[in-house]
């Protein structure tokens, strides 16, 4: 069901229509109150609404990251179109192994940045490799010491690379207001992917959208605003406070479609676009990175906005999405290493096939040459597949001529979900189909050989499409 609250004068009107979540818009421009740190001595309480993203996890370190709001996500009050406020104080962070107490570690007490959205990142270090750790963050108000709030989370870091353990994951794409599936609590397959038991999720991209719907992020307040409210879902908290994830950026959730670098998105820029990324999610130095996950697996994130040409460019060989820095580092470190599986995980499609009129990525002819240059790389080597996100159906292609094998996750939710035209390179298609759900990979070891299986779910979890290879 599809509310609009259109606001004429001081009168309230619902507009009711089907097949799309709430949205709240207006004939006004939209304006958020003005949000700052609180004077000394007027908070005795603060509160963690938008919980907490456990991010960058290798096998000995991983990053929290929380962010302290004025108001609770319990509330019985909350409007999920409301501002999820900021509030000053200070954050610490109890982790030990399992469920043994004793061996308990903490951070020092570290206040939030407001000039970062109220937000710390937290970094943990010298941690034991294939281990569950349970986790602890307190946040407090810096004028009242005694007022603790707490929350509990939990992760797995990754097995070493001699270890042939099982590892599951996840991978999505494609995440907006308006198309969640639950109006209260969010995108439902949050709910889903946390009976799995996942090793870890990555996040192709499309966290959020700063151009759909409205209000429209426009501001540097307005983009922040969108984080907030999406990551106060009770679906996504949930999910979050207890999984390792990876997040990837890509054009809705750096500045507006098919954004690259020197635009502007009316008052809120680029450099804003790239570095609240970095301040909503936890990061580390680079946004692309690789990640091993035991004997047999090894992931591959890129980034597909920081270092691109202009769309429009005439192609040749001088013309990027990658940018030479990155793709030199990829080419070095897939030709060095040894994990049995090796998966490129892109926030656009490096294969493919795309709509004709796009000019966004390398499954299209305006970057045509640097995508046969990464084609050509990938299909030479041995075991290794590619993921991409941002494209709103799920499928699965292999490219004739580099052997190449691509394997789109499809968007968060079926009204997400947009009619692709099966005239477009069919040749290429093992698997189509114009569903919302998200792709799972497991990767196992059996008596004489390893495989690895590509499924493609539903929002509920059951099984669409399922394809496995052996080393």
């Avoid at 004429?8 to 507009?15: D, E, H, M, N």
């Avoid at 990555?202 to 759909?212: A, E, I, L, P, S």
């Avoid at 507006?256 to 570095?275: A, F, I, R």
């Avoid at 070095?332 to 090796?342: C, G, I, L, P």
């Amino acid at each position: 069901m599809r509310r609009k609250y259109v606001i004429i004068g001081s009168v309230v009107i619902l507009v009711v229509a089907s097949n799309y979540a709430m949205e709240v818009i207006s004939h006004r421009e939209f304006v958020l109150p003005e949000v700052t740190a609180l004077p000394a001595g007027t908070a005795s309480s603060v509160y963690m609404a938008n919980g907490i993203k456990i991010g960058e996890v290798s096998s000995e370190s991983a990053i929290i990251w929380t962010r302290l709001t004025r108001d609770p996500a319990t509330d019985p009050n909350t409007k999920w179109g409301r501002v999820v406020t900021g509030i000053r104080g200070e954050v610490r962070i109890s982790y030990w192994p399992g469920e043994d107490k004793s061996l308990q570690r903490e951070t020092p007490w570290i206040a939030v940045d407001a000039d970062k959205d109220f937000t710390r990142q937290l970094h943990l270090t010298e941690l034991a490799p294939a281990t569950d750790y349970s986790v602890l963050v307190e946040g407090r108000p810096i004028e009242n010491l005694k007022n603790v709030s707490r929350l509990d989370g939990k992760f797995k870091t990754a097995p070493g690379k001699e270890n042939s353990a099982r590892v599951h994951f996840s991978v999505i794409t494609g995440q907006e207001y308006r198309r969640r599936d639950d109006d209260k609590n969010g995108h439902r397959i949050y709910q889903t992917m946390r009976s799995m038991d996942l090793s870890f999720l990555v996040h192709t991209g499309d966290n959020v959208y700063y151009d759909n719907p409205k209000p429209y992020a426009t501001t540097l307040a307005l983009a922040r605003f969108k984080w907030n409210r999406m990551y106060a879902f009770p679906f996504q908290r949930s999910f979050y406070n207890n999984a390792a994830s990876y997040f990837m950026k890509d054009d809705h959730d750096t500045l507006k479609n098919d954004s690259y670098p020197g635009q502007t998105y009316k008052n809120l820029t680029w450099d804003q676009g790239v570095e609240l990324f970095r301040e909503q999610v936890p990061m580390g130095d680079k946004t692309y990175r690789t990640y091993r996950w035991g004997k047999h697996l090894q992931i591959w994130m890129m980034e597909g906005r920081d270092f691109r040409s202009n769309n429009d460019m005439p192609d040749g060989p001088d013309k990027t999405i990658w940018g030479n820095t990155q793709k030199d580092w990829f080419f070095e470190t897939v030709q060095n290493s040894d994990a049995t599986f090796r998966i490129l995980i892109s926030p656009t499609p490096i294969l493919g096939p795309d709509q004709a009129d796009k000019a966004d990525n390398h499954a299209n002819a305006a970057f045509y040459m640097e995508g046969e240059e990464i084609r050509s790389f990938v299909g030479s080597q041995k075991n290794m597949f590619v993921i991409t996100g941002d494209r709103h159906w799920q499928y699965v292609s292999k490219d004739p001529v580099s052997g190449v094998i691509e394997f789109g996750s499809g968007p968060t939710t079926d009204a997400h979900a947009r009619e692709y035209d099966l005239r477009e390179g069919t040749s290429m298609l093992r698997y189509l189909n114009i569903k919302g759900g998200f792709l799972s990979v497991v990767v196992s070891e059996h008596e004489n050989h390893a495989e690895i299986s590509f499924v493609h779910h539903a929002v509920d979890g059951s099984t669409y499409n399922t394809e496995t290879f052996e080393q």
